[in-house]
């Protein structure tokens, strides 16, 4: 079903034959490591959580600035970088949230430089994902990725606080 900011047009790579997708498409980590252990029953939450919040943060449509400012066709380098420790969680779904926006602006996929694992412990300065990505679409996509990556991260870190 369409909205306003045409978002819910997702269009996903499928993975090579014989094995499964982990939840966010292909720069969330690509085809399953492990073919045994079956589809994702999170993969088809998260999408639908991600259209939601990209819907939910672009009602207004697009960010004008963005599209005044910055050249089409322009690609950066960016990171995801802490500013006090923690715990990471919701690194994949971060990834997932620039998928779905480059898909629907149909800019080249996000390049994923570097992307450390959900429960690593974070330092601050220390980037914990760097990508390669269209600039309007990173811009795009900031708020929602940040969104669902600090309130688990903040969940973790409570969490192993909790166990510590």
Do not use: C, F, K
């Given at each position: 079903m369409p909205d306003s900011t045409g978002l819910l047009a997702v269009s996903r790579q499928a993975p090579a034959p014989g094995q499964q997708e982990?939840?966010?498409?292909?720069?969330?980590?690509?085809?399953c490591?492990?073919?045994d252990r079956g589809p994702d029953p999170d993969a088809d939450?998260?999408?639908?959580?991600?259209?939601?919040?990209?819907?939910?943060?672009?009602?207004?449509g697009p960010d004008?600035?963005?599209a005044a400012t910055v050249p089409?066709?322009?690609?950066?380098e960016a990171q995801f970088t802490p500013r006090a420790a923690g715990v990471l969680a919701g690194g994949r779904v971060a990834l997932a949230v620039l998928d779905t926006v480059t898909a629907t602006l149909s800019v080249p996929a996000v390049e994923v430089l570097s992307l450390s694992p959900d429960a690593t412990a974070l330092r601050p300065g220390v980037p914990a994902?760097?990508?390669r990505a269209d600039a309007r679409a990173l811009l795009t996509a900031e708020r929602t990725a940040l969104n669902l990556l600090c309130h688990p991260s903040g969940g973790a870190?409570?969490?192993?606080?909790?166990?510590?």
């Open positions: 982990l939840p966010g498409g292909p720069s969330a980590g690509g085809p490591p492990d073919p939450a998260a999408a639908a959580v991600i259209r939601t919040a990209l819907v939910e943060d672009l009602a207004a004008v600035t963005t089409p066709g322009t690609t950066v994902i760097r990508v870190t409570v969490t192993r606080r909790g166990g510590d």
